[in-house]
C-alpha cells in the first residue's frame, strides 16, 4: 500500500485529511493550524475552513528503523559516528572561542590605546589653548600705543617698587604688633549682653539673601552688603536707614570690602567681574559710580581683599587663579593662573606680606608676595575653607570650614592651637581689629574671646537670624557687630 503524503510537509501522515476543494491531502494537525491563522489552504491560497476538511481512514504509518539499528554491533557503530561527529563540532566551536577570545583581546587592546591618545591629544589641546591665551594677552599688552601711553589692561608685575613699599609698611606695623593694652576696647561684660538692635531687609524680597558684609575699620555707622539679587546696598547702622544701592552686577554679589581712608567699595561677583565703586561727593552718603571693572577671572569672583597699603587690591576665584589689581586705575598687576585648587576665601595679612588662601582641597595655603609661591600649607579641616581671618597683631589666623569647624592657628610655629566645634557649616569668620574677640556665622552667631594667650572660649551666642548666616563684622573696638544671613536681613548687635 502506497504512503499518503501530506500536501504542507511532504511527509507521511500521521491524521490523513482531504479537502474536496482543493483536491489535496494534509496532516490534520498542520491545516488546522494553517486554517487558524490565516483561513487560507497554503499551497493553492484558497479559502479554507475546518468543514471543508474529510478525514481519511488508514493506517497508522510507521517509520521503518534504519538497517544499522537493528542490532547492537550497528547500534553501537551508530552511536560512535555520533560521538565522533559531537567531538569534531566541539573541537570547532573551542576553535571559533579561542579566535574571538584572540580578536576580543585584540579589541580592547586597541580602545585602551585610542583611550590614552585621546586624553594626551586632550592635555595637549588645553595646553595650547593656555598658552594660545597667554600669547593673546601679550600680544594684545605689548601693542605700542601713541605717545608711549600704557595699555590699561597690561600687567605690570610685581615691581621691586611696589615690594619696597610693602615691605616698609610691613617694618612699620610689626613695630607695634606686642601691643597688648586697648582701653577702648569693649570688655567681654558688654559683649556678653550683646543684642540685637535692628533688623533690616536691605536686599529685595524676591530674591533672598544677603552673602556678605564689611564694616568701616573706624566709622562704625558705615556697613555695606552685597547680596543675590546681584545689588551692592550702602547703609548707615546709626541712621538705621538705606544710602544707596549700587547696581551693575550680574550675578550674586559674593564679596564686598570698605577702604580704610578712601570713599571707595571693591565687590566681586558670580559673574567672574570685580568692580571699584568711588564717591562722587565730598561725604560718603553722596553717589557712588563705577569707577573700574576687573575682567581677569573665567568664574565667580569669591573673594576681595585690600591690601592694608590701600593702593591695591586682592581678586581670587574659582577659575584656580587669583589676581592683584591697582585700585587707582583698575590695572591688573599679577594674575596667577592654573593653581591646583581653587579658593573660595583668601585675605591678606595684617602686614601685607602674606597671604592666606582657604582651598576647597581642605587645605589653608600661606602665600608670600616677594615669591608669589606657597611657602605653607595648614592642614587639620575636613571639608572646603569657606571663610578665614586674621588677628590684629598677625600672630593667628582663624579658619572656619563646612565641616563644621573653626580653627584657629598660631602663625609663629605654624600650628593648629585650638579646633571650636559647631554644629553646622561655618560660613564667616572674622576677628575685630585688636584680636581678642573673634565672631563666628553657622546657622546662628556665636562671639568667642582669649580667655589664655592660646586658647578662646565662647562668649555670647546669637540667635535672631532664621537662616544661614553668611557674613559677619565687627565694629572698630568691638563696640558693635553687623551679621548678613540667607533670611535677606542685615542685623546689627550692640
Sequence with gaps: MSTIVCAISGQAALEPVFSPKTKHVYEKGLIEKQIESSG??????????????????SNKSVRPRPATATSIPGMLTLLQSEWDALMSETFELKSQLDTSRKQLSHALYQHDAACRVIARLIRERDMVKAQNQQLQEQLSNSAPLPNGAMREEAETGITPE???????????????????????????????????????????????????????KTEGNRVVTGGVDAQVVLFDAEKGSLVQKLTGHAKKVTSVSLHATK?????????????????????????????????????????????????YFLTCAMDNSWAMHDLNVGRCVKHLRGLETSYPCMKWHPDGMILAAGAQGHAVDVWDIKEQKVVATLLGHQGSVEALSFSGNGYYLATGSKDGTVKLWDL?????????????????????????????????????????????????????????VMGVCFSQHARSLATVSMDRTLKIYR
Design 40 to 57: 487560507k489552504c497554503p499551497v493553492t491560497k484558497e479559502e479554507l475552513t475546518k468543514d471543508d476538511l474529510v478525514d481519511i481512514k
Design 162 to 216: 611696589i615690594l619696597q613699599k610693602m615691605k616698609e609698611l610691613a617694618d612699620s606695623l610689626s613695630k607695634t604688633r606686642k601691643q597688648k593694652h586697648f582701653p577702648d576696647l569693649n570688655p567681654l561684660a558688654d559683649i556678653k549682653k550683646f543684642k540685637c538692635v535692628g533688623t533690616h531687609p536691605i536686599h529685595k524680597s524676591t530674591e533672598p539673601g544677603i552673602l556678605c558684609v564689611d564694616v568701616h
Design 263 to 311: 570713599e571707595i567699595i571693591v565687590s566681586g561677583s558670580q559673574d567672574a567681574t570685580a568692580k571699584v565703586w568711588t564717591c562722587t561727593g565730598p561725604d560718603w552718603t553722596a553717589a557712588y559710580t563705577c569707577a573700574h571693572t576687573v575682567k581677569k577671572h573665567q568664574a565667580e569672583v569669591s573673594e576681595i581683599s585690600i591690601h592694608p597699603l590701600g593702593d
Design 412 to 468: 609663629r610655629k605654624p600650628l593648629n592651637i585650638q579646633t571650636l566645634q559647631l554644629e553646622s557649616p561655618v560660613n564667616a569668620v572674622a576677628f575685630d581689629t585688636t584680636g581678642q574677640y573673634l565672631s563666628v556665622g553657622a546657622d546662628t552667631v556665636q562671639i568667642y574671646n582669649f580667655a589664655s594667650k592660646a586658647s578662646m572660649a565662647e562668649a555670647v551666642t546669637l540667635k535672631d537670624h532664621g537662616d544661614s
